[in-house]
């Protein structure tokens, strides 16, 4: 059960935004395993895709139609990731766009695939290729929640939100969804994200909103330390309702920007929510310090370290591995001794030692809870960071040590 | 059991060091707990300290008292830390110094102090203090097989070496004994080293010896990534049978490091092989990179994988997640399609992709061993590193999140 959320909303749809579900049996059976995104001619599409050098041939080709063409369909299976399949992996994947491409009457380039599941097999493109035509014909504006059921791989729930915003006295509908569980799953090529609007945005602006949504949500969790070789997010903005284009830099984009930034991290939080066999939720943040490098460099050693994350899991107060891990951070010309770190409200280490008025009861009881924020305040500078994370536990070991087959 | 290595061999004398052990009641029952270690005049002594900014205070008064004089005693305790302790925990290290020094007749300054066990306790020092005397009365060359054992905290068993080296054609003896089981077991603040031979070397060549061979070995080695806030390692040249001084640079200079570098290293990989959880030892060997820098990135990037070490754990060849981990390292411009991965000499990966050759049952074979090799070729230059680590089993979790008490 994830921590703090239980089933996903009912899904707004979004103007300009059609979507089918299939179950083409690319690995699953009796489920639906293939997405099509419609998206209506005049969408703009912005996309970050994962920065590991070992990316997946559907990842490399998404990038080359993205810079190509206007994007007028996403294509999404779940249960294989097409990834470490070399040469024969990216003409499977353009070939699944070109298929699509046929059927719909748009361009091979206007077609963006998406992969996630197993690493190391063929996507079997017969499969995907049959089950086209019943996506074709089963596009609705109301398919997001079959759709955030589809791109599920070992996910232990659909995972979504929708909200309205107001911007320039307009009012704009937004929806999301992401699959993932752990930045990594057990040889499941792992996060995938989908945001649209109905807003009018030029291309240029949205990628700057999207990346700026992105630093501060989906690179700010961590469960593992491991990233995937298919993450995907991609922002939407369909225009669909002919409004007036919002220009970078007034006040409608601050506010279009902010609401995918909090649309984007209440999805990265969902992931770490499902993580792998997490027990708590964890927010690390980092304050008084003197830039943001410092105080990610920080919470990042806090949140990976497994003597940390294992303490989480026995809701064992345990300040000497917090205060081990800041101290072994990297962080020039630490003084150890302005140093605080609370759990929730309580205060475990102050002036670099533990806190006079701390009570092991006390930590206890914050540790206990489903959610902790640990807070470290470095005292030498006014920047502060924070991320979330998840525990380490033995379901952890055991879903990840499970042989593939 | 530890993988490998059974029990402690015969420790060899060396002059110039005598050694009693003692139980002064610190934490544990019926077991020595704290180490006399006496150094004949004139022996030389280099130290390597934890690079931890919160340092326990043992280290900082070590640290003080190396550099103001020749120290004529080692006084270790197990147990204790002293660490996170504060004013206090540094007068308590400072006082069992002067205390040993009044006995003995040497200045404070040439005690160096060493703690290893529970973080966050006062050290009590009455009870060092009540076993001084039965410590100074057993000093015996002959000592270095019970302090071994007396150095114990979790380690499962006793850890150290003997070994005779010839330089310019005399015979020298070296005996190491170390402590430590993952680099840092739950709240035992952890690895402690204690080299000594019967060379004559002054004291800078000798730091920079034992500081050459500490990062080929001891800096080599990680179980869970973390650093323990009083991780030492010490290696003393007694000089006490009165041969000439090793000068720095000669022949016979080489022949000490290589020894004293072989010695580290073997010390080393104790640790590993008693590591918390382990069931596997692992050597990543990464080859063919620009510069140690980045090899050690990836192979630090695999070893402190989660998901790679679960994967040694479950014996799974599972190339995909040592495939992600090297393409997450960080390295820049690194070309995949150069890239090669071995499981000992079976191919798993070349020129980027699964190797044509591999078969399931080849990779299985070799993962299911206790030791295993993984080699990593990048192809893009001719630098090679390598470092020593383990798996991540049911048993680490279990062992660290045990609540303390």
Redesign the interface.
């Known amino acids: 059960m994830p921590i703090g959320y239980s089933t996903l909303p009912d899904l707004l749809p979004v103007a300009g935004v059609r979507l089918a579900s299939v179950a083409a049996g690319i690995r699953y059976q009796d489920r639906d395993d293939l997405v099509l995104m419609e998206l209506a001619e005049g969408s703009r599409c912005a996309a970050v895709f994962t ?5 997946a041939a559907p990842v490399i080709v998404a990038r080359q139609h993205l810079a190509a063409r206007q994007p007028r369909y996403l294509l999404i299976n779940s249960g294989n990731a097409n ?4 040469a024969a992996g990216l003409q499977d994947a353009q070939q699944t766009c070109a298929l699509l491409a046929g059927k719909s009457g748009c361009a091979a380039e206007q077609v963006l695939p998406f992969s996630t599941g197993v ?2 097999e063929r996507l079997p493109v017969g499969r995907v290729e049959a089950a086209l035509d019943a996506g074709l014909a089963g596009l609705a504006a109301d398919g997001w929640e079959a759709a955030a059921h589809a791109i599920m791989t070992t996910d232990t729930v659909a995972k979504g939100l929708s909200r309205t915003f107001t911007a320039g006295g307009r009012q704009f509908t937004l929806t999301g969804m992401v699959k993932g569980a752990g930045m ?1 799953r ?2 499941m ?1 792992t996060m995938l994200a989908y945001i649209a609007c109905d807003a009018r945005v030029e291309a240029g602006a949205l990628q700057q909103c999207l990346e700026q949504a992105v630093a501060q949500s989906f690179n700010r969790i961590t469960v ?6 298919n993450d995907a997010c991609v922002l939407v903005a369909t225009g669909a309702q002919d409004k007036p284009v919002i220009q970078a830099g007034s006040e409608e984009y601050e506010a279009l920007c902010e609401a995918v930034r909090a649309a984007c991290v209440t999805l990265a939080q969902l992931i770490v929510r499902d993580a792998e066999g997490a027990t708590k939720f964890v927010t690390v943040r980092v304050e008084q310090g003197r830039d943001a490098a410092e105080c990610l460099q920080v919470a990042y050693t806090i949140a ?4 940390v994350k ?2 989480l ?2 809701s ?1 107060p ?4 917090i ?6 951070a990297g ?1 020039e010309a ?1 003084d ?1 001794d302005r140093i605080a770190i609370f759990l929730d409200d309580v205060c475990i280490v102050r ?4 806190a006079a008025e701390y009570r092991e009861q006390d930590g206890q009881r914050v540790m206990s809870q489903d959610e902790i924020v640990i807070r470290v305040l470095l005292g030498r500078g006014d920047i502060s960071e924070q991320i979330w994370t998840s525990d ?3 379901d ?3 879903i ?5 087959t």
Chains 1, 2 share one sequence.
Request: aromatic fraction near 8%; proline fraction near 3%.
């Open positions: 920065r590991n050098a070992f990316c990834a470490g399949t070399g690493i190391g990594i057990p040889d090529a593992d330390g491991d990233t995937s070789t990976h370290s497994p003597l294992t303490a899991f026995a064992d345990n300040w000497g591995r205060l081990a891990a800041v101290g072994r962080i630490l150890i002036d670099g030692g533990v380490l536990s033995h952890y070991v055991r990840n040590a499970e042989y593939r």
